[in-house]
Nanobody
Framework: VQLQASGGGLVLTGESLTISCTPS????????IGWYRQAPGKQRELVAT???????SYTDSVRGRFTISRDNFKNAVSLQMASLKPEDTAVYYC?????????WGQGTLVTVSS
């Protein structure tokens, strides 16, 4: 299984950015897909997840600002990030899981400049 992340970049504080994850097989074939992030010098943290049935969850620091969604037609899971803050700066990793295990994609860097 391969997970292709894209859409990272440099934005200013308060701006929005959307990153996407495209798996090598159908997004709806996984029990769930999510995004982790890792800031310099910090541990990787779970940001958001979406389950097979569409249930979503968010870490407290992004709830209300970030939205995770799955587009089965495009076979992609996106993370819409709004009102970005410098502390959102991190490498964002896409992950997916099923009964066989958990899979990781390469990261995409999001930098929020003040």
């Amino acid at each position: 299984v391969q997970l292709q992340a894209s859409g990272g970049g440099l934005v200013l504080t308060g701006e929005s950015l959307t990153i996407s994850c495209t798996p090598s097989r159908g997004a709806s074939s996984f029990n769930g897909i999510g995004w982790y992030r890792q800031a310099p010098g910090k541990q990787r943290e779970l940001v958001a997840t979406i389950s097979l049935v569409g249930s979503t969850s968010y870490t407290d620091s992004v709830r209300g600002r970030f939205t995770i969604s799955r587009d089965n037609f495009k076979n992609a899971v996106s993370l819409q990030m709004a009102s970005l803050k410098p502390e959102d700066t991190a490498v964002y990793y896409c992950t997916a899981w099923d009964e066989q295990g958990q899979y990781w994609g390469q990261g995409t860097l999001v930098t929020v400049s003040s």
